[in-house]
């Protein structure tokens, strides 16, 4: 029996985190795998590229389970993915300026932030108590990470809603709020302002993701592993290949071959096909399901998924290298803009979020400082304008690019001409990377109407065929797909009778 489950052999698409995880808990546990990636890298949307020797940070802001006290870690150090000598936490997580020059400082120590909140807006001191007690107190809860959840027998779902009863009353309670809702309580019009911008984070999201995440950097849980995304992602590709595991970069799955309602392997766009006892799909969940599948497993409601769910709205990312440092800068901010920016005819912003690399000296030459904008932007606009004339797309990006500068240079200043690369991704760059569905880079979107709610990682009638990943979690982040590949190598190993092992 163990001879032939040692010779299970199981094919992995998609060389994500959630694919690199399921593959490193698959190979623990004595399976064969082989992961399929598109790419000739590691990582899929946890990426940073190089350019004249600028590492420009794709993915990572924080990454919740830095910090020894939390059950995540753990998965992190079966991981091999982080070196704890090397996370930075920061002070203050943004500086937002909610007038031209006036700036709150966003900090992440908890008792900081009421300080600062009650400095800006006294008058709303019940809502700013009411918002600092929530946020301390999810950080005194910790969320089990050890066991899948779809292994919980009925006990043992009596026992954790017992034992984590206090947490999950906190969490019903605001998780029904939206933050764009809660910041409307606020009577101070800087507060709403500031509330609204508060991580950078879309203001249609659940309430309770904000007080989480606030509460995981209070505890200092949350922090930037040095080295940046590709990095991360590489630490955990060597794990995987330290256990055996095998990847083809290059090589993207054009269709999972199914026989008689059982995935049994894959076709690559080469032509070449492979077979596996067991087919895992860690790529984007909407190519999966209605191209590697040709949408024939599906039903109502998963229908429904992809056409009413929101998703994280895509990105255009400026990347500007700059040959200065910025040493007593704040490393990330909000800056209010005089006039709005138009990304594209969907997205106008009155603020625009940057972020200063000066915090991690790996990702360029000594002197040298990598600068980043993140904008909301619509990938169906830069989809058919690259389609329609690659030249005005190339045009639009560079106009893009210049204004962005320009507002750098008056908000910051000494900054234009020691510009030494300026590369802007947009929507459709995340597509052709990654082949994340409307370039949504991190899949279903928390709102209070869906978070919380669980998906399955099967599609019904399909056997032997699994899926990991942002498309089968919602809200994604890399803790969650990283324990989403862990979750179903444990589901895997219980249906083959297996004891699961991390060793
Ligand atoms: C700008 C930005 C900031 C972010 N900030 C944070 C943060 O601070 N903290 C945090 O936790 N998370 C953050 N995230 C989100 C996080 O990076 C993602 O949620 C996570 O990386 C998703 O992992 P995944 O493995 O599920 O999917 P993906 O990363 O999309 O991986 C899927 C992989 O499958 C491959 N693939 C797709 N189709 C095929 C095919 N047909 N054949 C072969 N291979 C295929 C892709 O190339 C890719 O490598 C951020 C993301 C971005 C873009």
Redesign the pocket.
């Known amino acids: 029996m163990e001879e032939k489950l040692m010779n299970k052999r199981v094919i992995i698409?998609?060389?994500?985190?959630?694919?690199l995880s399921a593959g490193c808990y698959l190979q623990m546990n004595g399976y064969r795998t082989e992961i399929?990636?598109?790419?000739s890298l590691?990582?899929?949307?946890?990426t940073s590229w190089k350019r004249n020797g600028y590492i420009f940070n794709?993915?990572?802001?924080?990454?919740?389970g830095t910090c020894k006290n939390m059950n995540m870690h753990k998965i992190w150090e079966e991981l091999n993915a982080i070196d704890d000598a090397k996370i930075v936490n920061h002070d203050e997580f943004f500086r937002i300026e909610f007038e031209e020059g006036e700036f709150f400082r966003g900090y992440t120590d908890a008792n900081k932030l009421e300080e600062e909140m009650l400095r800006v807006a006294p008058e709303d001191e019940e809502t700013i108590k009411e918002f600092i007690n929530a946020v301390k107190e999810f950080a005194k809860y910790d969320f089990p990470v050890d066991r899948a959840p779809e292994l919980y027998g009925i006990l043992d779902g009596i026992k954790f809603l017992f034992k984590y009863r206090r947490i999950l009353k906190l969490f019903r309670r605001w998780k029904k709020i939206s933050i764009e809702n809660y910041s409307r309580k606020f009577r101070n019009r800087n507060m709403k302002k500031i509330f609204y911008h508060m991580l950078g984070l879309d203001s249609r999201i659940s309430m309770a993701i904000l007080l989480m995440t606030l509460a995981w950097m209070h505890r200092k849980c949350a922090g930037y592993p040095h080295g940046g995304?590709l990095e991360f992602a590489r630490a955990i590709e060597r794990k995987y290949i330290s256990l055996g595991g095998r990847i083809h970069y290059n090589?993207?799955?054009?269709k999972i071959i199914v026989e008689n309602n059982r995935a049994v392997g894959v076709k690559v766009a080469d032509g070449s096909t492979y077979k596996g006892d067991i087919i895992i799909s860690?790529?984007?969940g909407h190519?999966t399901v209605f191209d590697?599948l040709d949408g024939k497993y599906i039903d109502e409601k998963i229908r429904d998924r992809y056409q009413n769910w929101d998703l994280f709205t895509s990105?255009c990312?400026i990347s500007i290298g700059v040959k200065r440092s910025f040493d007593n800068y704040p490393h990330a901010m909000s800056l209010s803009l005089k006039k709005p920016l138009k990304i594209d005819p969907k997205n106008e912003v009155d603020s625009m979020c940057v972020i200063i690399y000066n915090f991690d000296h790996s990702l360029a030459p000594a002197g040298k400082t990598p600068v980043v904008v993140?904008l909301p932007a619509d990938y169906e606009y830069w989809n058919a304008l690259r389609e329609d004339d690659k030249k005005k797309y190339d045009n639009a990006k560079k106009t893009l690019a210049d204004e962005v500068v320009k507002i750098l240079d008056d908000k910051i200043g000494n900054l234009s001409d020691k510009i030494e690369v300026l590369d802007v991704a947009t929507p459709v760059t995340?597509f052709r990377?990654?082949?994340?569905w409307k370039g949504s880079?991190?899949?279903w979107l928390p709102t209070p109407k869906i978070f919380g709610k669980r998906m399955e990682k099967t599609l019904p009638g399909l056997d032997n065929f699994y899926m990991?990943?942002?498309?089968v979690e919602i809200g994604?982040?890399?803790?969650?797909?990283a324990l989403?590949g862990r979750n179903l190598a444990q589901i895997i190993c219980k249906r083959d009778g297996k004891k699961f092992r991390t060793d």
């Open positions: 698409i998609g060389a994500g985190i959630a694919g399929f990636e598109m790419h590691p990582g899929g949307l946890c794709g993915s990572i802001h924080w990454l919740v995304s090589s993207k799955v054009s860690a790529a984007d190519y590697l990105l990312q993140l995340y990377y990654t082949n994340n880079f991190e899949g990991v990943g942002q498309w994604g982040g890399l803790p969650t797909v989403s």
